[in-house]
């Protein structure tokens, strides 16, 4: 493990993952923040070769070296992570929620796995080939894989997993939606067809939902399934100590490890243990009193206490993700595209950088985050950037005039706005700096923070004027689930609507050629900006903190944690 090292190298980490045509995202140990000014914007485009592996940035890998030999793991022991929300169900089927992508994968397998340069690798599957057309994909499955109940995961499962997951109708399935049908052609090879050309099919089957699960425990636990879940990985449930903790025990029986784990067998440790603690600060706290080994930081002032702290590693990670300011486009005065305009003008993201992140982070211009194919740093000059005057100009043309107190006033209604968002740090402090620039030109808002469960759901009903929020997505689709016209009422929680637009996700959709592909999203992007369905505002920089006496863990894509190889190397 590369030790600590201050992040005053984090402008240059970022500005190697805004640009080339192949970006990663970073891993790095990092002790201080960085000011905006260190920190600038992409310079080039970013786009990924041309082929169906190349489908999100993977986070570069990260791991740590057990001091003892190789020869002789240091076995047993818990590993604790605290996750802020419990979730509802471990159904990779159900709708999804806070803290279930988390858990799953140590529950389920997948298919495929998407290793640290952005290629799939075999994992239940031994291979696969799609044909010259497109619309036909055949998977050959290993035929040693059982599920934690003793069944075996064969092509009977895999179908029956794919017509659950596609039945179901949860936003996690929508990369099915070309999916006609799968079938066994014999006990350990399956067939996938499609209606058109599937552009996120594999970025689909590498998500946790896309898990395969087993067909005789569904059968028998029916709607208890999601409580008492049973696929074929590393980890088994154990228990679910409701509210406080969900408990997974290895599996004794694991021999089918993706190919980048050197450690094909069981796991080392004999527990994972998920601690629900909403609080960030308690979180903190419990990390550093050695009663949970591993969180994720958010915030810089937190992330300053750490680097204090000996007994810990902390390791920089930068996410496919977006936060961003919606507007409800479905709801005056946001119904009104001047109104979007001259807000997004309001909001100065140099001050949000420095004031709410100490520069932790990278000003966004553009709906796509820059480590995913079809961001384009040309679309800089599109930005609806800070202009205070700009936006007092475009309310006035909008119908808006300033009251007796300085508030904006259209047919005697005060310009008076709901913010909403979800108690996640920074967003307290970013809610409250957006409050002031909007004040500072007449808008009064009002921030309601929930629960990351409650919030999701006053989203989605579009129970809201602004949003603060935050994408995190693995593909490039991310534009076509959060603004095609169709997923108004899902997805979409802006109401926006453009044909246009539809039209060009609707292409790129289909397009197997990253290169093409990409240059679509360009297009799109072009569209919406002057639209303004949302202001960018930062691409965020997550942080893990974890315990040093774990060691041999390996952080792979998504930020997600594999504990194969993790070993617990002190009390």
Same mark, same amino acid.
């Given at each position: ?13 970022? !500005? ?14 990092? #002790? ?23 489908? &999100?940035?993977? /986070? ?6 057990? /001091?003892?030999?190789?020869?002789? =793991? ?16 471990? +159904? ?29 690798? =075999? ?22 894989? /059982? ?12 179908? %029956?997993? %794919? ?14 939606? $070309? ?12 067939? %996938? ?53 969900? #408990? ?26 998920? @601690? ?28 300053? @206490? ?15 993700? $977006? ?7 479905? @709801? ?14 309001? !909001? ?32 800089? +000059? ?8 700009? &936006? ?8 808006? &005039? ?21 108690? *996640? ?5 970013? &809610? ?24 999701? @759901? ?11 929020? *935050? ?9 076509? #689930?959060?603004?095609?016209?169709? *997923? ?24 197997? +050629? ?34 040093? *006496? ?7 894509? $998504? ?13």
């Amino acid at each position: 493990m590369r030790t600590l090292r201050y992040l005053a190298l984090l402008a240059l980490v970022l !500005i190697i993952a805004g640009c080339g045509a192949a970006p990663q995202t970073a891993a790095t140990p990092i #002790v201080q923040p960085t000011t905006a000014a260190e920190a600038p914007a992409a310079t080039s485009a970013a786009t990924t070769e041309a082929t169906p592996e190349a489908t &999100a940035a993977a /986070t570069t890998e990260a791991t740590t070296e057990p /001091t003892t030999a190789a020869t002789e =793991p240091v076995m047993g022991g818990t590993v604790t992570r605290a996750i802020t929300a419990e979730p509802t169900s471990l +159904d990779p089927h159900a709708a999804p929620g806070s803290g279930q992508n988390i858990i799953l994968p140590y529950i389920f397998d997948t298919l495929i796995f998407r290793d640290m340069d952005n290629t799939y690798k =075999p994992y239940l599957a031994k291979s696969w080939e799609i044909s010259e057309d497109g619309l036909t994909v055949t998977f050959t499955l290993r035929d040693d894989v /059982t599920f934690h109940d003793g069944t075996p995961l064969n092509a009977d499962a895999v179908v %029956f997993t %794919f017509n659950r997951f596609k039945d179901a109708k949860t936003s996690s399935g929508e990369g099915l939606a $070309m999916m006609t049908g799968v079938e066994a052609v014999d006990a350990y090879t399956v067939r %996938f067809t499609f209606s058109a050309p599937s552009a996120v099919f594999f970025s689909t089957l590498v998500t946790p939902y896309a898990g395969i699960v087993s067909p005789t425990a569904v059968e028998a636990e029916g709607d208890a399934f999601g409580q008492q879940p049973v696929g074929s990985g590393p980890f088994k449930i154990a228990e679910w100590q409701q509210g406080t903790a969900v #408990v997974l025990e290895r599996n004794p029986d694991y021999k089918w490890s993706p190919e980048t784990i050197s450690n094909p067998g069981a796991p080392y440790i004999d527990n994972v243990v998920f @601690k629900v603690i909403p609080d960030a600060a308690t979180q903190l706290a419990a990390l550093q009193a050695g009663e949970v080994d591993l969180i994720f930081v958010n915030s810089p002032n937190h992330i300053s @206490k750490l680097t204090e702290d000996s007994t810990v590693q902390l390791i920089e990670t930068q996410l496919n993700s $977006m936060v961003y300011l919606g507007f409800n486009c479905a @709801k005056a005065p946001f119904d009104d595209v001047k109104v979007r305009q001259a807000l997004s003008h309001a !909001i100065n993201k140099d001050e949000i950088l420095l004031a709410a992140l100490n520069g932790m982070g990278q000003v966004a211009f553009a709906p796509m985050a820059p480590t995913l194919p079809g961001f384009d740093a040309s679309l800089k +000059d599109l930005e609806l950037g800070y202009d205070p005057a700009k &936006a007092t100009e475009l309310l006035t043309e909008a119908g808006f &005039a300033p009251g007796p107190d300085g508030t904006m006033t259209k047919d005697d209604q005060a310009l008076n706005l709901v913010l909403l968002t979800f108690a *996640r740090a920074p967003n307290e402090d970013v &809610a409250t700096l957006i409050q002031n620039q909007l004040k500072a030109i007449g808008v009064n808002v009002e921030i309601q923070q929930f629960d990351t469960a409650t919030a999701a @759901k006053a989203a989605t009903e579009g129970q809201f004027h602004l949003i603060l929020w *935050r994408y995190d997505r693995n593909d490039a689709d991310v534009l076509n #689930v959060n603004l095609h016209s169709d *997923r108004i009422g899902s997805s979409n929680r802006f109401g926006y609507s453009n044909p246009e637009v539809d039209a060009l996700l609707d292409q790129a959709a289909q397009e197997l +050629d990253e290169t093409k592909r990409a240059a679509l999203y360009v297009e799109a992007q072009k569209l919406i900006m002057p639209d303004a369905p949302w202001q960018p505002l930062y691409i965020p920089v997550d942080v893990l903190a974890i315990s040093k *006496r774990v060691e041999g863990f390996h952080l792979a894509s $998504m930020g997600r944690i594999l504990l194969n190889e993790a070993q617990v190397v002190a009390p």
